[in-house]
């Protein structure tokens, strides 16, 4: 009578266990589909209708590239948290135009953390590409830490490393905003010793935590000082020159 009991009471642990899981699993996926950072309608038509590039729904990605096909560089970019990846196409066809394929990846439940996916899952893309850096935009950036080991070089957008890579030759540029109110200043700061120490970190003055995204507001930021169009311009600019001396290294 006593075991009867005991397997008993040793089954409804389990089932309660096993209820406890499933609730929480689901409740995990609920919550990463919810509140999702949707892409703004109008940089993104430009992007659609730019026939300087090419636009690629793909299997690994979002991928951009030059309309001509002529391209030597790579990036792998990893979207925030809850946010669309569509919403990096506008801020990153400028690269496409002089060169660079992107791909901006979709990660699992849209948070970076989840997708346990190596870097070559999504270089595939375009296999003819030797030269790939990896980068991301605030937790995209985090999990791009983590992958660089297998780049050429690593990019972030108002983001840092918890993985320490000051050991290393990799070359990385960190792009911040002087009003970003999540990846604020004082933490680009304090992080630095995790970044090799050539790293090349460069504030954009008045540009906010979504300046680096075209997705609008988000809670907790600053509030930016600069247009898109002007912190689109920066970001080509800075991260078009950072990649052309990648890419003369390479050769």
């Known amino acids: 009578m006593q075991r009867r009991r005991g397997r008993r009471a040793l ?11 499933v609730l929480g699993a689901g409740g995990i996926v609920a ?11 109008e940089p993104l038509a430009d992007v659609r209708a730019n026939p300087a590039i090419t636009v690629d729904d793909a299997e690994q990605g ?8 002529d391209s030597d560089l790579g990036l792998v970019f990893i979207p925030g948290a809850k946010v669309d990846p ?45 030269t790939w850096s990896v980068g991301g935009h605030s ?23 918890s993985t320490d890579l000051s050991a290393t ?18 933490k680009i700061a304090d992080a630095r010793d995790q970044l090799p120490a050539d790293a090349e970190l460069i504030e954009i003055d008045g540009a906010s935590h979504a300046s680096f995204g075209d997705y609008g507001p988000q809670a907790g930021d600053g509030t930016p000082t600069i247009s898109a169009e002007q912190m689109h311009a920066d970001v080509t600019e800075s991260l078009g020159a950072f990649l052309d001396a990648l890419e003369d290294r390479a050769r």
């Open 86 to 130: 569509w919403a990096y196409a506008p801020i990153l066809q400028g690269l496409a135009e002089q060169g660079v394929t992107v791909v901006i990846t979709r990660p699992w439940l849209n948070l970076a953390f989840f997708d346990l996916r190596g870097l070559d899952a999504f270089t595939s893309a375009d296999p003819d590409i030797d």
């Open 139 to 161: 937790l995209g950036g985090v999990r791009a830490c983590q992958l660089a080991e297998d780049a050429d070089a690593l990019v972030l957008f108002g983001s840092y490393c």
């Open 31 to 41: 919550w990463s589909q919810i509140g999702v950072m949707a892409a703004e309608s």
């Open 62 to 69: 979002i991928v951009l590239a030059p309309a001509d096909g």
């Open 169 to 186: 030759d990799l070359p990385v540029l960190s792009l911040s905003g002087s009003e970003d109110g999540l990846s604020t200043p004082q």
């Open 11 to 21: 089954k409804g642990i389990l089932w309660g266990l096993v209820i406890v899981l």
